[in-house]
């Protein structure tokens, strides 16, 4: 269930400034936070564009990015819960159309449980983790070593040839599904013999009785019938005997009767009625007499018919034993039978043709990959052109950056070759591997000018520490790039460069207070005059009137 606005916990701050250029119900609007590590209960209103966070060292600046992790799966650490409570909360907002609201929390309690929720609802923590992905990425202060990784870069420049990219992955999947289809067919050979001859024999059993639901019902009852022939035949013979053949009988009995009504009945309706009464008596005692004479006269046993009853009905059980429990169980594993028959048949008469296929959807996988290889290539130059002249503007005026190819041994799910970044920051250096000759620095910088170059994947992006190690120039071309990133996603940048800082759109202080003998850590969005302070002391730890007219020129520009 989506939950309205509510207000903004510092009364003193200045009026929303006019909406960015971030999309609307794109961006993060709200962050919560409840008992984590020095943060007791925090309200945060967040604004599109470009947002820093500064304050002392030790402050606690990073808890928002730990926060706003929790939200994106990382571990959930007991250690993270504020000292004397049961557990942690942190929820966030994402604006959507129409004003609706769309939030994503995490609790973590004490005992290592944890529950994640989406709109309220309980969710897995993969399933926050890839709702959230989809909407924030968080660029901690050593997450740029995921550049490391070849996946990740050769992932950098397949950015750009998505369609040879997906034509080369088809291929590959219907190459790989024909090539594990014969493998299976040469190496299951002996036992797929095995098993269609077993096939073979359960589907001619079944069929050479060709069992009929329901027929072992009456075939019960005529196996009955026929093993009590002698019985019936006496039980026959006894009721002939009172109905007709004996010295007194019903039918002599009945016609003596109809005979002692012939006079009263010429005088009296009811005598006459009487008598044709027992004359209808007496022609269903006959007929029922000339039935039982047919039963007496066949009730001789028939052993041949006996047998066949008593066989048939021995082969629908064997096969209930068999297939059953029911006669509809023995058909309809007939029918899998049948039809796992025919596929391995199918398969048995495809295996020469099989082959044939694969080794023509080898030959096409050959050709996506010279053509990714190509579009790859085409593209690697003026990509990593774009990013050295970013990365140089970042305080690294030698770099030299490369997206270099080399050939696998046999094509892989991501093409025929490997893609690789090399890279150097020192004039006359050769190129290397960018894991083996870059330092965490320079791998930061290489992240932002990434992020400036390609974008982000997401409407909202975090940098925690983007600025360790660099200072001057570099600083101010650093938050230049920050700044151009905000012009299309949210930016939020933990920070402690007055220079970085000065080019937010709004900065937030997180300041530490003892309250109760307790520490807490507050974050509060500054008015004009706060944030004039707050970059003087950032440059100069004071706020000298020399500081004042420092960060005075430094919000100045443009």
Do not use: C
Request: hydrophobic fraction near 40%.
């Amino acid at each position: 269930m989506t939950r309205k606005a509510r207000a903004a916990t510092a009364p003193s701050a200045p009026p929303p400034p006019a909406p960015s250029p971030v999309a609307a119900g794109a961006a993060l609007s709200r962050l919560e936070v409840r008992n984590l590590a020095t943060i007791r209960d925090l309200t945060l209103e967040l604004r599109g564009g470009f947002s820093a966070f500064t304050g002392e060292t030790g402050a606690g600046k990073s808890i928002i990015v730990d926060a706003l992790g929790l939200l994106l799966g990382s571990r959930a650490n007991t250690d993270l819960i504020r000292s004397g409570e049961d557990g942690l909360l942190v929820t966030g907002f994402w604006g959507g159309e129409g004003g609706d609201e769309f939030s994503a929390s995490r609790r973590v309690t004490t005992q290592g449980r944890g529950t994640a929720r989406l709109d309220g609802e309980v969710v897995s923590v993969r399933e926050l983790q890839e709702w959230a992905s989809g909407r924030l990425t968080i660029h901690w202060q050593h997450s740029a070593v995921s550049l490391l990784t070849p996946a990740n870069q050769r992932a950098l420049l397949d950015r750009q040839v998505p369609g040879e990219l997906a034509s080369y992955q088809a291929a590959y999947r219907a190459w790989t599904d024909a090539r594990t289809r014969l493998e299976r067919l040469r190496t299951g050979e002996r036992e797929r013999a095995r098993q269609l001859d077993l096939l073979k024999f359960q589907v001619r059993e079944i069929a050479e009785v060709a069992p009929q639901p329901g027929e072992e019902e009456p075939l019960t009852a005529e196996l009955t019938r026929l093993s009590n022939l002698e019985t019936i035949a006496l039980g026959a013979a006894g009721a002939l005997e009172l109905l007709s053949d004996g010295e007194t009988s019903a039918a002599g009995l009945i016609a003596e009767a109809v005979r002692a009504l012939n006079a009263g009945a010429k005088y009296d309706e009811t005598s006459a009625q009487l008598q044709q009464d027992l004359r209808a008596a007496l022609d269903s005692v006959q007929a029922v007499v000339g039935e039982l004479r047919g039963v007496a006269e066949d009730s001789a046993p028939d052993a041949e018919e006996l047998a066949r009853v008593e066989a048939r009905l021995s082969a629908l059980g064997k096969l209930r034993a068999k297939y059953g429990p029911a006669l509809e169980d023995v058909l309809a594993f007939q029918a899998g039978a049948e039809e796992e028959l025919a596929a391995l048949t199918r398969d048995e008469q495809d295996a020469g043709t099989l082959e044939a296929e694969a080794e023509r959807l080898e030959r096409e996988v050959g050709r996506a990959g010279q053509a990714l290889d190509a579009a790859r290539t085409q593209r690697a130059g003026p990509l990593a052109r774009q990013l050295v002249g970013v990365i140089r503007e970042l305080g690294m005026p030698h770099a030299r950056l490369e997206f270099r190819l080399s050939p696998l041994p046999q094509p892989g799910p991501a093409g025929r070759s490997d893609v690789a970044l090399h890279f150097t920051a020192n004039p006359g250096e050769d190129l290397g591997p960018l894991a083996d000759v870059a330092s965490g620095g320079e791998l930061s910088r290489v992240m932002l000018a990434i992020s400036t170059v390609l974008g982000a994947d997401t409407p909202a992006v975090v940098f925690d520490e983007v600025d360790a190690g660099i200072g001057g120039a570099a600083a101010l071309a650093v938050a230049d790039q920050l700044s151009r990133l905000a012009g299309e996603r949210q930016v939020l940048v933990v920070t402690h460069l007055a220079q970085i800082a000065a080019r937010a759109d709004h900065h937030y202080k997180v300041e530490k207070q003892v309250e109760d003998g307790r520490t807490v850590s507050r974050v509060r969005l500054l008015s004009p005059g706060e944030r004039l302070e707050e970059i003087a002391r950032m440059l100069s730890g004071n706020t000298s009137e020399a500081a004042l007219s420092h960060a005075r020129e430094l919000l100045a520009r443009p």
